[in-house]
């Protein structure tokens, strides 16, 4: 049977409830102040939670957020005096399921806890439902048709109606923020701001300001008082980008605020308390930082609440045609062409290229191309993909670039050599030192058509 924890300080009501509950075939567990119940809460899993609203110490306000950061599916209902309406909508605001007036009948506390019992089992079986039916997770501007991204997003469905700290992983190019700002607006705070910091973008000495702000005088330039990041993010979602390269005295600061949820500016003395969700990102290992020193690990453990890693795009190709249609009618219009779509040949060229620079340099592609094209259609030659020169000196470590085997290295030489040609397939065989037979079987592998090929 489902287990309720009640918290009241009346001991003749906590009593009375405890009767009748158990008379309802529930389990029941009591708490007189909310310090006691967090330590219920911890050690028992619990189905729902009643708890009044004037409580001793902790409230019942500040004891329902707690137990909202922890757990947002946790359904809880909220007593209160029948002269505290408006705590009690607060409380609704707050993410209270439901609220009862006292005096109440025990009929009417029984009928309030069936009902939230119930909605509860009946979204947790939708859940269930569209997770065995397959069901296709999607947001604007994320593509997420290969296997990977569905996950991804699957995870930001879970994720984002609670105020878990997550903490997102993956190559630069891949999309972090893109997925930082889904959460935000798949959640409560949607309708807060949506800050974006990226801490490898600031001077190390100005860091701490942009984050916490500083007070008129704090230093030579400070004219006058400016709020941070964390003071405009409030009741809303701060994105902290390349987390791992925080230097060391703020992942002081960072830990205060993820544990107290307070700070105090550069400068100035005043505590400012913040209702601020992190999201943080990276694109190093940060158990590596961890065992050179050089990132502490009581901070990453409270910023890998929720880790969700993003695979790099040479491991999802599936969505490389979707996410080159995205750009193509993000850029035609801004080039003035009206581009259609892509060729089959031109999307192989793109399907065979293995994305050292991920999403971003795909969509730089995408847009080249479409500055370029002279038709309706981007075709192959539109596709101007840079060689790069491989990584690091003589012997194994940087004998190819990162990611590409060496077959995809041919098709990238064949291509650049087809590009330095001007499209002329003669002059790019004697570039390579290929026969014309050689390079046409080579292109034919790529996706890209001889011309009497094309003419058959």
Excluded at 179 to 201: D, M, Q, W, Y
Excluded at 249 to 275: C, P, S, W, Y
Excluded at 330 to 338: P, T
Aim: overall charge negative; charged content about 30%.
């Amino acid at each position: 049977m489902p287990a309720i924890l009640i918290v009241e300080d009346e001991a003749k009501m906590r009593r009375l409830l405890e009767l009748n509950l158990g008379e309802d075939g529930f389990t029941t567990l009591s708490a007189e102040d909310a310090e006691t119940g967090l330590k219920l809460l911890r050690e028992n899993p619990v189905d729902l939670v009643v708890t009044d609203l004037k409580l001793p110490g902790m409230n019942g306000l500040e004891f329902l957020q707690i137990i909202k950061q922890q757990n947002a599916a946790l359904p809880v209902v909220v007593m209160t005096a029948f002269g505290s309406v408006e705590t009690a909508v607060e409380a609704m605001k707050a993410g209270a399921s439901d609220y009862v007036l006292k005096p109440f009948s025990l009929s009417e506390m029984r009928i309030v806890i069936h009902k939230e019992l119930d909605v509860r089992n009946l979204r947790e079986e939708n859940r269930s439902l569209r997770e065995a039916l397959g069901k296709k997770y999607s947001h604007p501007n994320i593509i997420a048709r290969s296997p990977k991204m569905q996950e991804v997003l699957a995870t930001v469905e879970r994720v984002a109606p609670t105020n878990a700290t997550v903490l997102l992983g993956g190559e630069s190019g891949v999309g972090k923020d893109l997925v930082a700002r889904a959460i935000h607006e798949k959640s409560k705070r949607a309708t807060g701001p949506f800050l974006k910091i990226n801490s490898t973008a600031i001077p190390e000495n100005l860091l701490e300001s942009e984050l916490f702000g500083f007070e008129k005088g704090a230093f030579t330039g400070a004219v006058a008082s400016k709020p941070g990041k964390f003071e405009l993010a409030d009741k809303g979602t701060l994105f902290l980008d390349e987390i791992g390269d925080v230097p060391p005295a703020i992942q002081v600061k960072l830990l205060r605020v993820l544990q107290e949820r307070e700070f105090e500016r550069l400068g100035g003395t005043k505590t400012i308390k913040v209702d601020v969700r992190l999201i943080a990102a990276t694109n190093r290992d940060l158990r590596e930082a961890l065992e050179q020193g050089t990132f502490r690990e009581d901070l990453y453990y409270r910023l890998n609440v929720v880790p969700i890693d993003i695979a790099p795009l040479r491991e999802r190709k599936e969505d490389i045609p979707d996410l080159v249609n995205l750009f193509i009618s993000r850029f035609a219009g801004e080039s003035g062409k009206d581009i259609e779509g892509i060729t089959p040949q031109a999307t192989q060229i793109l399907l065979n290229y293995h994305w050292p620079g991920n999403v971003r340099e795909l969509q730089n592609i995408v847009e080249r191309a479409c500055a370029l094209s002279k038709g309706p259609q981007l075709e192959a030659p539109d596709i101007h993909i840079d060689a790069r020169p491989t990584k690091g000196g003589n012997g194994a470590p940087g004998f190819l670039p990162d990611g590409m085997t060496l077959e995809q290295w041919e098709d990238e030489m064949v291509l650049e050599a087809l590009k330095r040609a001007n499209g002329n397939k003669s002059q790019a065989a004697r570039l390579l030192g290929l026969s014309r037979n050689a390079l046409r079987y080579r292109l034919s592998k790529i996706g890209i058509a001889d011309e009497a090929e094309k003419a058959d």
